[in-house]
Structure formats: structure tokens, C-alpha cells
């Protein structure tokens, strides 16, 4: 695909046809796509016009129906007596419960009925005003007789009970039959299955004399099967589908299998969707009716409460049109008729495909015509474009052949003369580019420029030691040679004034025709070159050509002159860098070394290369602290054979702060750490000298005490000094030994899972005594789930030690609080004194070694606390103090807490 898309973009022919194409393409897709649209449109909406005209068919019919059936009960209440036959009236039948004079009454009614499609009445039930049935048929499916059903009542159901509630009277004065209700009713058979009725009852009425109040008799029920309505509505019409759904959206009586209910079911929203029309009182009744006077059914068009959809039923697709059931105004559910889409989309169909037919004849008539149209256009494109390729591939050689008399012509003429200037200026600047000393530069210059303008000179006023002064080529003729005399200490940096300077000087000596070329480096003007000729000036034609070769030799001996500074500055380094004793190494960025002075070799001699690149990476990469702070240095050493060499590091940066490499120093530390270890040898052996003498001293002293019953309290606490000091010069030993260790790295480390909380107690537990003779409280605050910490117990303890000893020697009075706690991956240890405070010069140095300030009588931290930093630093820990006067120091040990 990626290969396609590059075929198409590297050609102008695609360039221009894909664009045309894409354009005609989307006039004919759109012009297609509207005429398939309003073909689409006007089927649908013929379609759509005749869904509509089926639903208000069957509401029509529905409506008709009804006002038949009031007729036909018209007919049995108004039935009158026959006396040849002895068959009384219906009224007369009814007022006396004469149920075989009424079964005869009504018998040729029900038989006519049955003929009458618009009545064809399924159940028929005549019922007195207690709702007890006088007469209840049943259409029967094999026979013409009635089913006839004997002391039933329905008061029960609620049409019969409205009608036995009516307190309206009949209009007229010779009206028996009372205001007719219509609606749908279930009728359960003996299966237990529920059959779904279109019903008609009216009341009925009867006068014992005129101006009498009519008494009720009771009321006539006549019921036509749903389904069967159904059956013939769709039989008169042309719909597919017709549904009666209940108002929960559930089917209630369809015209299509059991299987396609759950198709047709209205979904919730649409039901809601219905119901919010339906408010808008716009739906269509179906029964419309007032009195006994039947009005004709309300003319509408599409119904205004109608839901358009469309379903699948049995592998076909459906539209429907879902509207209210409306019967005199109340709801009892819905309706829906249907089409199939069979024949709309068959029709759709011709017409797509006879409209994708001529959009495709069309689109490819209109590649083959923009394809042409392309090809007479790119044909002498392609050529020049070849010609293109060569010169930048560099064969200068190439040249169009193109002859044609219009643009393409004049553009292929233009490319082969800018062709061969091209190859002119390439030959100068391939020659000037592998030149960088300034006297050969500007005899490549003339050998260029002469071809264009014949005695052209190229000169160079440039500055050199003594000053600016002109440089020629070597064999420059007499009147430009004789400039090389003129001297300037200090020229105008203006370039409109160093030109007019050098154009009165070259006038003196018949120079015209003058094009100068400021030299700048990072915007600083550093010369001018100049193009001269004695004898006639530069013409149009030639100075964009001589502008050029200009331009190529000005940036040349822009390089030419860095080159010369470089060279002088690199020899002045070189013999700075020889004089220095200590050794000098300057890499690039890459780690590659570019200078190393002669002291550099001689202490890097073991492993410096005899041949061959040296990388940073060939010197030492063991790199260790020396641990000479004992006496006040904390150097960076490397060892490189019997040799100690101190190295500092510094990284050379350009001025946008990019890193460019690295200068090293390396000085000859050998003497200076083989002192430290002389002198660290020196302390260790005189603690150890000094711990035997004290050992007796100690000894002499317990002696002492156990007669110091016999001492007076002066010689008492005189002997308690003398134990203090005693105490305190132990502890100077020791540590003095400690510290010995730890610089000659004697020192072993084992971690473990440590208690610290145990631990603590363990370390004040001697120096409880001291605190509380002094009357300082000891409180311990820390936490009984403290977890666990990974030191090593010994050196643990021994640096908690050290901590508590410097506060035993400076809080005399107040409290010293012990707390822990834990944060992140830490646990920290936390010892808060009421002693004196520590001066925020002195608080830096009081984990070092020997740095004691000068007023004695503050806070410091002597050989304990540098040896408790050591210590924990070992085990991977820390220690920091602060410091608030007037409230005391607060020392923070910081530890690795124990991974669970």
C-alpha cells in the first residue's frame, strides 16, 4: 500500500489526473446518490401514502362495523309482535321474561344477521335490568343454529354494568333503546383460551303510558370474534399485517402466525412515544357516534398519532404503522397494518443499479479523457525531470531535449543554461571546499572568475599579527601586489566605511570596478573580500554569476581564517599544557580523548596505548573514596599502577548548554595518601598503646574506690571527676581506634533483621544513671509495632551510643525524647535534647572530623558523631541534626526498613 501511494505522489501525471478524476468521481457519485434518493424518496413515499390509506381503511371499517351492528340492534329491540303467529314483540317479550316468545322474536334476526358481513354477529345476549340473560347465543362453526347458554348472568362484566348504571332516559318520546357503548371484550372458552370480541350494547327502555319516566328493561349485547374482523379487513384490503396490541404493547389478535407476537410487540419507548402524541387529543376514534344518530367517520390523512417502523416477520421485512385503538374516545390499546418491503426495495434496486451503470460508463470515459489531457502536459515534464535527476545525481552533462514553442519549451531552454552554470559553480566550490589556507583560496576564486570577466583579481584585507593588511594570491600581478604594503592597526567595523576606505586606497593605484564581500563570524565582521578589475567595472550579466563564486569563497575563507586561529591557538595550548605538572585529558562527547599533555602520559603510562585511538573507557573505571578525612580531605583517587592520582572532572558546554566533552585534571596524590596511611597507621598504635596504660589506670582506680569509704565528700567528688575523665578518655581511645578501622576500611558490615526498638533500650540502659544524676528525664516514645530494621546490631548500637554520649555531655537540665516512626521505605529514629543549640555555621561541619569551632562552650560533635555518620552510612542509613535555639537539637537516623 505504502509502495502504491509513492507511485502515486512521485508522479505529475497522478498529480494532475487524480485530482480531476476525484472531482468527476464525486459529481457523479453525488449526482447519483440524489437521483437514487429521490427515487428512493418517491417510492417510500407512495409506499408511506398507502400504509396510511390501509389504516384509515381499517378504522373506517371498524367504524362502519360498529354503526351496523347499533343498526342491527335497532332492528331486534323495535321487532314487533306478530299475531298470526303469536309471537310477541322483543319489549314484550323482555318486560314479561318470555324467553321462548323472545328466542322466536329474534330467531330470523340471528339468521340474518349471519348473512350480513358488516354484522355477522358471534354472540348475541339479551339480559333483564338484574343482569340475568334472557337469551345467550353463540355462532356455532359447524352448524347454522345458535349454541344457546341458559341462566348465565352477566351483571358481572363491566360494559353490562354500565349500562345497568345508566340514569339517562331515552330521547324522543317513542325511543326504547338507550345510548349505545362499544368496546372489546374477552370471552374464555372451554380450552381456557381467552377470545378477544368487538362488542355493541345498548340499554333498553320502556313507557307505561306518554309523558311517563321510562323504566329500564335491561339490554341487548351483540359481540363479533376480533379475529374474524381482522380476517375480513384484510381481505378487503391490501395490507399484509394487521394487529390489535393491548396497551401494554402485548398482541392481542393478529392476522400473521403465533410466531411473529414477539415482532410486533411495542417496545416501551415507543409506547411512550404514543401515549405523548395521543395527549395532543389527535388521534383518531373510530366510533365517533352520539345518540342513535350515526355520524359519518372523521376524514383524515396520515394518521397524526401513527408510529412509523419496520419489522422482520418470518425472514421478510415489514413497515408497520402503529396508531391509538380508539372506540368513542377511550383507549383500549392499539393498531397496527402493515406492508412488505418487498416490492419498494425491488424497485430501489432497478433504479440503483441502472444508476451505477452510467456512473461507471461516465467515469471511465472521464479517465480515458483526463488521462490524454495528462500525458501531453507531463510527457515534457518527465523529461526535464530526468534532466534534473541527472545534475543532482551529478552529471552536469545531461541537457533537455525539449524544442516546443511554448512554456514548457522556454522552462526546458532555462534548465540548460542554469544547468551549466551550475556545473561551473560546483566545480569552484568542490575546489575551494578542500582548500583551507587563504592564499590558495583566492587562487582558486580567479581561476573561476576569470572565465566569466578576463584580469578580475580577488583580494583579502584580513588581520594578522601586526595588523589588518591585504593577502593575494601568489602570483597576483603588479598593481594589486603592491597593497600587500598597507598596514592598518585598527579599520572601521562599519561596512559602508571599510568599503570606502578600501576604495580610495585601490584607487590610487588604478583599481575600478570594485564588488566587496563582508567575512563575518557569529555576526562579527572578521575581513572583506574584494573582487577588483584595473580596467572596467562588473557588468549585469556576469555579477550574479560573480556574486556567486563570491558568496562560496567568503564562507571558505571565513574557514580559512578559523583554521589559522585554531592552529595558533592549539600551539598555545600545547605549550601551555607542556608546562603544567599536572595531567590534562580533554574528550568529546563521544568519550573519544583529543588532548593529553605530556604529564597526562607520564601518569597514565601503564595503560596508555603505544598506537591506535584512546577512549575514556581505557582508563581506570575503579574509582574509590579515599578515606583520609581524618585529617580534613575527601579527594576522588584513582589507582593506576603504584601511583595515586586525584581527578576533577569538569564538562564543556556550548552556549546553548549542550555538553560538547570533558576536561579531567589528574594530579600525583601518591605522597599525600601514603602520609594519611602512615599517620592513620601512627593513631591506631598509639590508641592501642594508650588503651594497655588506661587499662591499668582503670585498674589502680577500682582499687581506690573500694577504700572510698574512708574519703571525706571533697575527696568524693574530686573521685567522681577523676572517674568522668577517666570514662571520657576511654571513650577518646576507642573511638581514635574506631576511626582507624573505618579509614583503613578494616570495618565488616553484616545486616540483618534488627529490632530497634529493643536495641535502644539496650544502648541507654548504662547511661540512664548519669542522665538522672544530672536530673534529666530519658522518654521513649516509640511505637510497639515498629517494624523491623536491616542493620547490623553492633555498629547499630554503637552509633546510637555515640549519639547519646554527645547528649550526656552537653544537656545538664531538661529531657531527652526518644521517638520513631515510619515513612515510606524508611524508618527513622528521632533524639530531641533541651541542650544548647548549634550554630547554623557549625551544624555542616558536625558530622567531620576534628572540626571544632572555637567557642568551646557550645555544641559540637568531636570524634562521636563523624564516627556514628560512618557507621550508619555502612549499614546504608543517615543522620542530620536541626537545630532551634532556645529548644535544643534534634538528631534524625534514617534506616532501611526490613522487606516483608
Avoid at 471 to 494: D, E, H, I, K, N
Wanted: aromatic content about 6%; glycine content about 6%; some cysteine.
Amino acid at each position: 500500500m505504502r509502495h502504491v501511494i509513492h507511485i502515486l505522489r512521485s508522479r505529475i501525471q497522478y498529480t494532475i489526473i487524480l485530482p480531476y478524476l476525484a472531482l468527476i468521481v464525486l459529481v457523479l457519485l453525488v449526482g447519483s446518490g440524489i437521483a437514487i434518493t429521490l427515487v428512493a424518496g418517491s417510492w417510500q413515499e407512495r409506499f408511506n401514502n398507502q400504509l396510511g390509506q390501509i389504516a384509515r381503511r381499517l378504522a373506517e371499517e371498524l367504524a362502519l362495523r360498529e354503526i351496523s351492528s347499533i343498526a342491527y340492534l335497532g332492528q331486534i329491540v323495535y321487532t314487533a309482535a306478530n299475531a298470526d303467529t303469536g309471537t310477541p314483540s322483543v319489549i314484550e317479550a323482555m318486560t314479561l321474561r318470555d324467553t321462548d316468545g323472545l328466542a322466536v322474536a329474534v330467531g330470523g334476526l340471528w339468521t340474518l344477521g349471519q348473512i350480513n358481513e358488516k354484522v355477522s354477529p358471534d354472540r348475541l345476549i339479551i339480559f333483564d335490568e338484574t343482569g340475568a340473560t334472557l337469551l345467550d347465543w353463540e355462532s356455532s362453526p359447524t352448524s347454522g343454529e345458535p349454541v344457546q347458554y341458559a341462566s348465565t348472568n352477566v351483571a358481572g362484566l363491566l360494559p353490562i354494568e354500565e349500562v345497568l348504571r345508566a340514569e339517562q332516559t331515552p330521547s324522543g318520546t317513542n325511543d326504547v333503546l338507550g345510548t349505545p357503548y362499544s368496546g372489546l371484550i374477552a370471552f374464555r372458552r372451554p380450552d381456557g383460551s381467552d377470545v378477544v370480541h368487538f362488542f355493541t350494547v345498548a340499554p333498553v327502555y320502556t313507557r307505561a303510558g306518554e309523558g311517563e319516566i321510562a323504566r329500564l328493561l335491561g339490554g341487548v349485547f351483540i359481540a363479533q370474534r376480533l379475529d374474524h374482523i381482522l380476517m375480513t379487513l384484510q381481505a378487503r384490503s391490501q395490507a399484509d399485517v394487521i394487529a390489535i396490541l393491548a396497551n401494554d404493547g402485548a398482541v392481542l389478535v393478529t392476522t400473521t402466525p403465533t410466531n411473529t407476537q414477539p415482532a410486533l410487540r411495542l417496545k416501551p419507548a415507543q409506547i411512550e412515544t404514543l401515549v405523548a402524541m395521543n395527549e395532543q387529543g389527535n388521534c383518531l376514534d373510530i366510533g365517533l357516534l352520539s345518540g342513535e344518530t350515526a355520524t359519518a367517520v372523521q376524514s383524515m390523512t396520515l394518521l397524526s398519532c401513527s408510529l412509523l417502523t419496520t419489522v422482520r416477520l418470518d425472514e421478510q421485512e415489514y413497515q408497520l404503522v402503529y396508531a391509538p385503538f380508539l372506540i368513542r374516545g377511550l383507549q383500549y390499546g392499539y393498531f397496527a397494518v402493515g406492508l412488505s418491503r418487498d416490492v419498494l426495495l425491488s424497485v430501489w434496486a432497478g433504479s440503483r443499479n441502472v444508476v451505477i451503470g452510467i456512473t461507471v460508463v461516465l467515469v471511465v470515459m472521464s479517465v480515458l479523457v483526463g488521462y490524454g489531457v495528462a500525458r501531453r502536459i507531463t510527457h515534457p515534464i518527465d523529461e526535464l525531470v530526468a534532466v534534473a535527476d541527472a545534475v543532482s545525481a551529478g552529471d552536469f552533462a545531461q541537457r533537455s531535449n525539449v524544442r516546443d514553442e511554448n512554456e514548457l519549451g522556454r522552462l526546458a531552454l532555462a534548465v540548460n543554461q542554469m544547468t551549466s552554470i551550475l556545473l561551473h559553480l560546483y566545480e569552484t566550490s568542490r575546489q575551494l571546499n578542500q582548500e583551507r589556507r587563504v592564499e590558495v583560496v583566492l587562487q582558486i576564486a580567479i581561476t573561476s572568475a576569470v572565465d566569466l570577466v578576463p584580469g578580475i583579481e580577488a583580494i583579502a584585507l584580513l588581520p594578522g599579527p601586526a595588523g589588518w593588511n591585504f593577502r593575494l594570491r601568489p602570483a597576483a600581478p603588479l598593481p594589486y601586489a603592491t597593497l600587500t604594503r598597507y598596514r592598518w592597526t585598527a579599520l572601521p567595523p562599519q561596512e559602508d566605511r571599510l568599503t570606502a576606505t578600501i576604495e580610495t586606497v585601490c584607487a590610487e593605484h588604478g583599481i575600478v570596478g570594485l564588488l566587496t564581500v563582508p567575512l563575518r563570524r557569529d555576526r562579527q565582521m572578521v575581513g572583506m573580500l574584494i573582487f577588483a578589475h584595473t580596467e572596467q567595472g562588473l557588468s549585469a550579466a556576469v555579477l550574479p554569476h560573480i556574486q556567486a563564486i563570491a558568496d562560496m569563497t567568503a564562507v571558505t575563507l571565513v574557514n580559512a581564517i578559523e583554521y589559522e586561529l585554531a592552529q595558533h591557538e592549539s600551539e598555545r595550548q600545547r605549550a601551555i599544557l607542556a608546562a603544567i605538572d599536572d595531567g590534562v585529558i580533554v574528550t568529546d562527547a563521544d568519550g573519544r580523548i583529543i588532548l593529553l599533555n605530556t604529564a597526562a602520559e607520564r601518569l597514565l603510562q601503564p595503560i596508555v596505548p603505544v598506537h591506535g585511538e584512546l577512549l575514556l573507557r581505557d582508563l581506570p573505571p575503579e574509582i574509590r573514596v579515599s578515606h583520609s578525612e581524618l585529617f580534613g580531605r575527601a579527594d576522588r583517587v584513582i589507582a593506576v599502577g603504584k601511583r595515586f592520582l586525584t581527578v576533577r572532572k569538569t564538562p564543556m558546554r556550548q552556549s546553548n548548554g549542550d555538553v560538547v566533552g570533558e576536561v579531567m585534571v589528574l594530579h600525583d596524590n601518591t605522597n599525600a595518601v601514603r602520609l594519611d596511611r602512615a599517620k592513620t597507621d601512627v593513631i591506631a598504635t598509639i590508641a592501642q598503646e594508650l588503651r594497655f596504660s588506661l587499662t591499668d589506670v582503670r585498674d589502680y582506680f577500682n582499687l581506690l574506690q573500694r577504700t572510698s569509704h574512708q574519703f571525706d565528700a571533697e575527696q568524693l567528688r574530686a573521685l567522681g571527676n577523676v572517674q568522668q575523665r577517666l570514662f571520657d578518655i576511654i571513650n577518646l581511645v576507642n573511638n581514635m581506634a574506631l576511626l582507624a578501622q573505618l579509614e583503613a576500611g578494616q570495618i565488616k558490615v553484616h545486616l540483618q533483621a534488627t529490632e530497634l526498638a529493643q536495641l535502644v533500650e539496650t544502648t541507654i540502659s548504662p547511661l540512664r544513671t548519669v542522665f538522672t544524676e544530672r536530673g534529666v528525664q530519658i522518654t521513649l516514645a516509640l511505637p510497639l509495632d515498629l517494624p523491623m530494621v536491616m542493620a547490623d546490631r553492633e555498629l547499630l548500637q554503637h552509633a546510637l551510643y555515640q549519639v547519646l554520649d554527645n547528649a550526656r555531655r552537653y544537656v545538664t537540665q531538661g529531657r531527652v525524647l526518644i521517638s520513631a516512626g515510619v515513612e515510606g521505605n524508611d524508618i527513622w529514629l528521632s533524639m530531641s535534647d533541651t541542650g544548647p543549640a548549634i550554630p547554623t555555621d557549625v551544624a555542616g561541619l558536625l558530622f567531620t572530623q576534628f572540626q571544632r569551632h572555637d567557642n568551646s562552650s557550645q555544641r559540637s560533635g568531636e570524634l562521636g558523631l563523624p564516627i556514628a555518620r560512618h557507621l550508619l552510612e555502612l549499614q546504608g542509613g543517615s543522620i542530620n541534626v536541626r537545630s532551634t535555639p532556645g529548644q535544643g537539637c534534634t538528631f534524625t537516623i534514617r534506616l532501611r526498613r526490613v522487606e516483608e
